[in-house]
């Protein structure tokens, strides 16, 4: 597992990108929804497990995969409750996990080309990994 910094993700609350990659259309998604919601929970520690890294590192471009900004911008998506690709009852679940007082995990689900990127965030926010489905 590599722990990333989530301090520095978006300084300024927003990165805009034109991706017009195939591949990266649910990312750039992902990122222009981000700009226009507010922060819903605290991430505490980020991770990511080593194949999600590795895949990365071996199927995006470099300008994603350098300082890690595919996962900043899945990140952002996550906490702004942009959740990608759920079952409105895993959404529902979400939404339920923000209300004080009934925290629960929260999970959001990209599909970026041909593989599946889970962001999970314990119930108590303490950790937020992005892994694969069969990494779970």
Known sequence: ????????????????????????????LAAMAAC?????FYLG??????TVDNWAKEHLPAQLYDNNLYAQILLEAHRRGIWGDLTPEDAKLNQQALKPGEEGRIMSSYKIGDQRIWVITEWDRSLTTLLFPEDY
């Open 1 to 28: 597992i590599q722990f990333l910094n989530p301090a520095g993700y978006f300084p300024q609350g927003c990165i805009r990108l034109s991706l017009r990659i195939h591949l990266m259309e649910q990312l750039d």
């Open 36 to 40: 226009d919601s507010p922060s819903l």
């Open 45 to 50: 520690r980020v991770s990511m497990t080593a």
